[in-house]
Antibody
């Protein structure tokens, strides 16, 4: 059974940093691209970032370039999202999502349960 | 980047109604479009991928169609469990989501 479990969320002050992690199991992690999608309270889904299966290529939606960094450790079946210079608008549930291919343009098939990040003083 | 414009943003319907939600892409997404259902506090649930392929286990009252820049999700006969928010997504060039349609 595929499982994606996010961790690392919580309350952070504006301007602060936070690192989200997603622990994957139930599939060959090193064969698939991984993604982060977020959803602000009461808002729609927003694509954040992607990383290819081998970690050599990453993608960020313009809003997150320079502030967020995606990475993966295929030996530990983990994908991470390092977030810095956080602002109140980054308050959201962050979802870890598995792709169906090694490249980033493949469709998603499994979503984590999501983790809440709250940016507030 | 491909933008997805979804309409309507809210849809009022009754049990048994035929419901249609539309997504328009700013440039061709070929057939690389998916549709999701989301209920409060839950992760999105995949309904349709590759524009018209029904995900395993999804009731046959759901169907998707379209190609290029125009895509449609249809619920043939709305059921009580179908009141939710629906999103389209393109994955032709990375990912983009529509703004969502709340069916109430």
């Amino acid at each position: 059974e595929v499982q994606l479990v996010e961790s690392g969320g919580g309350l952070v002050q504006p301007g602060g940093s936070l690192r989200l992690s997603c622990s994957a199991s139930g599939f060959t992690f090193s064969s698939y691209a991984m993604h982060w999608v977020r959803q602000a309270p009461g808002k729609g889904l927003e694509y954040v970032s992607a990383i290819t299966s081998n970690g050599r290529s990453t993608y960020y939606t313009d809003s997150f370039k320079g502030r967020f960094t995606i990475s993966r450790d295929n030996s530990r079946n983990t994908v991470s999202l390092q977030m810095s210079s956080l602002r109140s608008e980054d308050t959201a549930v962050y979802y870890c999502v598995k792709g169906t291919e090694f490249y980033s343009d493949s469709r998603p098939d499994y979503w984590g349960q999501g983790i809440l990040v709250t940016v507030s003083s | 980047d491909i933008q997805m414009t979804q309409s309507p943003s809210t849809l009022s319907a009754s049990v048994g109604d035929r419901v249609t939600i539309t997504c328009r892409a700013s440039q061709s997404a070929s057939t690389w479009v998916a549709w999701y259902q989301q209920k409060p506090g839950k992760a999105p649930k995949l309904l349709v991928y590759k524009a018209s392929t029904l995900e395993s286990g999804v009731p046959s009252r759901f169907s998707g169609s379209g190609s290029g820049t125009e895509f449609t999700l249809t619920i043939s006969s709305l059921q009580p469990d179908d009141f939710a928010t629906y999103y389209c997504q393109q994955y032709n060039s990375y990912w983009t989501f529509g703004q969502g349609t709340k069916v109430e």
